[in-house]
């Protein structure tokens, strides 16, 4: 990430940067926004099988979605490592959070194989489209993020992470932690809460 | 690989094309996207042109049915995306800093970047009219015409990609203006003591933030519905075709306010300046856009009256949208308050600023006739919408350009363009735009259907065809004047115009014309709203540099991330997977070799 505007007087006392990822970041609401709100307005439409409750797997998401939710306590002790300037924390769980990360995609590659396996697929029927398109763009962004924490991480084995880059991690922390909060949203309007 | 240098003392940065490819100053970025927004206005104006030639008399066969679906199509597209938006953009470029009294945006290369995927989004969506496929189901793209079945070419498919590639030039350049504004502001430039140009530039880029997002969901769905057979918009699986109009006007409502909301800024600049009178109730302007952009947001359906969305959702939208009206009214006002009692100067562009304000008011008072449902019932898909949309989009954002144009072109490029020739722009393009578009009141309301090639005889709407035909050549040869006038300004010899040639009292003029590479010799300390205006305003910022100022130097990453963002498309369009691949690629490289040069600001 660039090193522009850090140690510059700023109007509000505030990383530039920090300001330009949270208005990212209410784009990326607004997008989620978009595809959660056509996944409800289409539930319980589709006029063939298979329907999320005869495929849908909610033990198994849950062990992916929990997985996930702990690489966000490893991204908070990643940060804290950067921050202290302990390059063996930071490792440790950079590395964790990027591992994670994986896992969590390895069960959404998993589970996509399975459904078309079941005779889901994207033009299937309505819950097969809508599904597909929410739950692939949120696993794209998942995707975007091991990329990133992999080049910090090795940043970090090059010794180019030092605390002097704390702020880029957090930044890489804001957008790891967003994705995670939307997963949460995901799971529950999709797995937890099925209405057809 | 940056060829960091430092310019020190020098006024001007490096010269040669490379040193455009490669810049991020926000001035030359500023000019970049004023020319190019230029070339497709005039583009989609003489797609204009043909259109009102078909038009012209009844049954005329000057252009098959075909081609007027691409040219109302294309001239629609470009207008909104490829002339306003961009033109709007070369303004918050070159300004917004000189207003804040910063020496850049927050993010000079992603400034950059954005300027390239809109000149290679543009580019794109033009292509298609090389191999005769130009997009052709409306800028609206209304489901499901859009649909394989109904539109089996490549025309949907270069409007959706085209769409996606501008929108995120938009998002990204909207990030950085919106941090730019919050962050880089000299100190004492408290948020209320912003120049209204910059607050409502402020007010759109949030409009761009949110409102993208949702067209672009919409469009994947429509790229995944022709690419990969999906049902999205696909009635026969279920599907609601409703989807797509609430999805795209949740987007193009607030569009509608991307558009004007900078003009507003624009005009509240000039009308000050040429009646030597502070702007009438500053704080009430700003509330009063800011509202403006957040009503904007929740009237969308108003556009889908049509759709039979029941009396409930009708009565909420109808209301809702007759609310925009009062912010609106009390800006108008205040325009004309400011004006009340001032030395008014009629320069070009204060002539083209009060015209903003008498045509926005006339397709503001048709918004609310058509914003009652029972009336939009009446009057929509006819010409009384296409004169409604056109007197808040040329009369109102249009003519608010050409304003900012004169106003600041001084500023920009340190020549004042003819004022005799500027007047003759003026007032053809005025005579031409009301001879177009009032007219098209009458056609509408007498039956006159939207986007249909021809008309029969019988409907006695021949004449007033005809004399909107001739405006519409009138805003042509006026617009000849101006490109005259600009090349003669161009071609003329050098003048001295000064730091502040009309007399204007906020920071951009506090510097020299064109200001310095640097922008500004040391940042300044702002005490007051109206700087230039008031007894110790500003601390003072010498003419030469006391020290060194730090110049970033340019980088070719932002091009080629945004070659490999666009490749991408081009790889999906041909349906070829090397391409889309090897374009992939190109972005990753672009993104990191971007993120990891050595940039200093």
């Known amino acids: ?196 | 690989m940056a060829n960091s240098h430092d310019s020190g003392h020098t006024q001007e940065g490096p010269t040669g094309l490379w040193s455009w490819i490669t810049t991020t100053d926000h001035k030359r970025i500023g000019i970049m996207y004023g020319a190019t927004a230029f070339f497709f206005l005039l583009v989609g104006g003489l797609e204009a042109l043909l259109i009102r030639t078909q038009l012209a008399k009844a049954n005329n066969t000057f252009v098959d049915a075909d081609t007027f679906n691409q040219l109302f199509t294309m001239h629609g597209t470009t207008m909104v995306f490829l002339a306003l938006m961009p033109m709007s953009a070369a303004f918050f470029n070159f300004i917004i800093p000189l207003q804040i009294g910063a020496r850049d945006v927050a993010f000079p290369r992603l400034n950059a970047f954005s300027y390239w995927v809109f000149l290679l989004g543009g580019i794109f969506i033009n292509a298609s009219f090389l191999i005769g496929a130009a997009p052709d189901a409306g800028w609206f793209g209304y489901a499901n015409l859009t649909s394989t079945q109904f539109s089996p070419g490549l025309n949907v498919d270069f409007w959706g990609m085209g769409l996606q590639i501008l929108g995120i030039a938009s998002l990204a350049a909207a990030f950085n203006f919106i941090a730019t504004i919050i962050n880089m502001r000299a100190p004492g430039m408290k948020l209320m003591r912003m120049p209204v140009f910059t607050w409502m530039s402020f007010v759109t880029q949030i409009l761009v933030v949110t409102a993208f997002p949702v067209i672009t969901v919409a469009l994947v769905f429509l790229m995944f519905d022709r690419m990969f057979g999906t049902t999205f918009y696909s009635p026969a699986a279920g599907g609601d075709l409703l989807l797509w109009q609430h999805l795209f006007w949740l987007f193009g409502h607030p569009e509608v306010y991307i558009l004007i909301l900078p003009t507003m800024g624009m005009v509240s600049e000039v009308l000050p300046t040429f009646s030597r009178k502070p702007l009438f109730g500053y704080a009430v302007v700003v509330y009063s856009g800011a509202l403006i952009g957040g009503i904007g947001w929740a009237v969308w359906s108003h556009h889908m009256f049509a759709s039979g969305m029941g009396a409930i959702a009708d009565t909420y939208f109808a209301v809702a949208t007759m609310l925009i009206a009062i912010p609106t009214g009390v800006k108008i006002f205040n325009w004309m308050a400011t004006m009340w009692g001032g030395q008014i100067r009629f320069t070009t562009s204060m002539l083209f600023a009060i015209a903003f304000i008498m045509m926005f008011t006339i397709g503001g008072i048709s918004g609310v006739m058509h914003a009652s449902a029972p009336s939009d019932l009446q009057q929509t898909d006819t010409y009384f919408i296409v004169a409604h949309f056109h007197y808040v989009l040329f009369g109102g954002a249009m003519m608010g350009i050409f304003s900012a144009m004169y106003y600041w072109w001084p500023k920009v490029f340190g020549k004042l363009m003819s004022e005799g020739l500027g007047k003759v722009h003026f007032w053809i393009t005025f005579v031409g735009l009301n001879l177009t578009f009032f007219p098209m009141h009458f056609i509408g309301m007498l039956g006159m259907p939207r986007r249909v090639y021809t008309y029969g005889p019988e409907l006695g709407l021949e004449s007033m065809n005809y004399a909107a035909t001739l405006g519409s050549f009138l805003i042509g040869i006026g617009t000849l004047v101006m490109v005259f006038n600009i090349l003669k300004t161009w071609k003329g010899p050098k003048q001295d115009v000064g730091k502040n040639p009309w007399g204007a009292a906020t920071l951009e003029w506090a510097i020299s014309s064109p200001p310095p590479v640097y922008n500004f010799s040391v940042i300044p300390e702002v005490r007051s709203r109206l700087p230039l205006w008031t007894e110790d305003g500003m601390s003072e910022v010498p003419d030469v540099p006391p020290e060194p100022v730090h110049v970033p130097g340019g980088s070719y990453w932002p091009l080629v991330t945004s070659f490999g963002l666009v490749g991408i498309f081009v790889g999906a369009i041909a349906k070829s997977v090397p391409i889309a691949a090897i374009a992939a690629v190109v972005l990753v490289v672009g993104i990191f070799k971007w993120g990891y040069e050595p940039f200093e600001m």
């Open chain 1, 1 to 196: 990430m660039s090193t522009a505007a850090t140690a510059h007087y700023t109007s509000t006392g505030l990383d530039t940067r920090k300001i330009a990822f949270w208005a990212f970041i209410g784009s990326e609401c607004l997008l989620f926004g978009s595809l959660i709100a056509t996944y409800l307005s289409y539930e319980g439409k589709s006029v063939v099988g298979p329907y999320p409750g005869e495929i849908l797997d909610i033990p198994l998401t849950s062990i992916s979605t929990f997985v996930l939710l702990m690489s966000s306590l490893a991204m908070v002790l990643a940060l804290d490592g950067v921050t202290k300037g302990d390059n063996k924390q930071a490792r440790i769980w950079l590395a964790t959070t990027v591992l994670f990360g994986a896992i969590f995609l390895g069960f959404q590659a998993y589970e996509f194989q399975h459904f078309v396996h079941n005779g889901l697929t994207l033009s299937t029927n309505l819950f097969g489209s809508t599904f597909f398109v929410l739950t692939g763009c949120h696993g794209l962004h998942v995707l975007g993020g091991v990329i990133w924490l992999s080049s910090l991480l090795i940043q970090s084995y090059r010794n180019k992470l030092g605390p002097d880059k704390a702020m880029t991690v957090e930044i890489a922390g804001l957008y790891w932690h967003f994705v995670d909060v939307v997963w949460i949203v995901i799971f529950t309007v999709v797995y937890l809460i099925q209405r057809g």
